[in-house]
């Protein structure tokens, strides 16, 4: 992601974490928005893939 580097530096190996579990994915054009604000959409897509990774 090119925003990666806007995020707090506490965060970045998390996100790459959630990021390589399929579990965050950004905003497209390789986006992460570490600065936006989470919508409902974002936050249910996040709940869809923890609750049905299938580990």
Do not use: H, Y
């Not at 905003?27 to 869809?48: H, I, K, W, Y």
């Amino acid at each position: 992601m090119w925003d990666i580097d806007k995020a707090s530096t506490w965060t970045i190996n998390s996100v790459g974490k959630a990021q390589s579990l399929d579990l965050l994915s950004g905003r497209g054009a390789n986006q992460f928005a570490p600065l936006g604000t989470t919508n409902r959409a974002e936050s249910m897509s996040v709940m869809d893939a923890l609750l049905n990774r299938g580990d």
